[in-house]
T-cell receptor, first 120, second 114 residues
Framework: AQKVTQAQTEISVVEKEDVTLDCVYE???????LFWYKQPPSGELVFLIR??????QNEISGRYSWNFQKSTSSFNFTITASQVVDSAVYFC?????????????????FGQGTRLTINP | DAGVIQSPRHEVTEMGQEVTLRCKPI?????LFWYRQTMMRGLELLIY????????DSGMPEDRFSAKMPNASFSTLKIQPSEPRDSAVYFC????????????FGDGTRLSIL
C-alpha cells in the first residue's frame, strides 16, 4: 500500500534559521510522483513542487530546496533563511497507481502534514 | 488566470439538513477531485471525475454523500442528511490529465454541522 509519513508534527524556529521538513514514502510502484503542498493559515492548498521517480536531481527555487533520495525513500524539503510568511502546514504527497480503467489521473496520498511556525 | 473556485467558503447548518458544495474547475482541466480534510483523518480523496464522468468514488464515506459533474465547468458535492461528523473542510481540485501535472486546489469550504 502507498503511504506517506511526515514524522514531524510541529516545528518551531526563529526567523532566518534554516529548517528541513522530512517526508518518507512507501510504494511498490517503479514510476510515481511526489509532491509538496503548502497550506497557509488562510486555508488554501498551494502546489509547490512535483518530482518524478526517475529524476533524483535536487531542486532549488529561491529559498526552497528539495532533496529526493530513492535509496531512503525520502523527499525532504528545506527552507533556507526562513521568514514569518513561511509559517504554514506543509504536506508531502505520493501519487497512487492509476487504475486500469483510468491511466491519466494522479490519485494522491497525503502525509499528515508538518505545522511550521516561524517566530520573529 | 482564475483558479479553482469553490462556494460557499463557510457553511453552518443543522443536523439533518441537505448541504450542497459547489466547485468550478480551472478551464481546460479534465480531472476534478473532491477531498475532505479533518484533524483526525487528514486529507482524504472522496471522488474524482474525468471528462465529467465519475471514475472512482471509493472514498465517499456513505450513501448520504453524492457528487455530480453536469458539465466541464461545474461540480457539486451533496450531503443529505448531514450529520455533525461531516464537519470538515472540503476541497475541490482540478488537473490536466497528463500524468505529470499537479492538482490545483480551491480555497475549500469549511462545513460545520450543528
Amino acid at each position: 500500500a502507498q503511504k506517506v509519513t511526515q514524522a514531524q508534527t510541529e516545528i518551531s524556529v526563529v526567523e532566518k534559521e534554516d529548517v528541513t521538513l522530512d517526508c518518507v514514502y512507501e510504494t511498490r510502484d517503479t514510476t510515481y510522483y511526489l509532491f509538496w503542498y503548502k497550506q497557509p493559515p488562510s486555508g488554501e492548498l498551494v502546489f509547490l513542487i512535483r518530482r518524478n521517480s526517475f529524476d533524483e536531481q535536487n531542486e532549488i527555487s529561491g529559498r526552497y530546496s528539495w532533496n529526493f533520495q530513492k535509496s531512503t525513500s525520502s523527499f525532504n524539503f528545506t527552507i533556507t533563511a526562513s521568514q514569518v510568511v513561511d509559517s504554514a502546514v506543509y504536506f508531502c504527497a505520493l501519487s497512487q497507481p492509476k487504475s486500469l480503467a483510468d491511466q491519466g489521473a494522479q490519485k494522491l496520498v497525503f502525509g499528515q502534514g508538518t505545522r511550521l511556525t516561524i517566530n520573529p | 488566470d482564475a483558479g479553482v473556485i469553490q462556494s460557499p467558503r463557510h457553511e453552518v447548518t443543522e443536523m439533518g439538513q441537505e448541504v450542497t458544495l459547489r466547485c468550478k474547475p480551472i478551464s481546460g482541466h479534465d480531472y476534478l477531485f473532491w477531498y475532505r480534510q479533518t484533524m483526525m483523518r487528514g486529507l482524504e480523496l472522496l471522488i474524482y471525475f474525468n471528462n465529467n464522468v465519475p471514475i472512482d468514488d471509493s472514498g465517499m464515506p456513505e450513501d448520504r454523500f453524492s457528487a455530480k459533474m453536469p458539465n466541464a465547468s461545474f461540480s457539486t458535492l451533496k450531503i443529505q442528511p448531514s450529520e455533525p461528523r461531516d464537519s470538515a473542510v472540503y476541497f475541490c481540485a482540478s488537473s490536466f490529465g497528463t500524468v505529470n501535472q499537479p492538482q490545483h486546489f480551491g480555497d475549500g469550504t469549511r462545513l460545520s454541522i450543528l
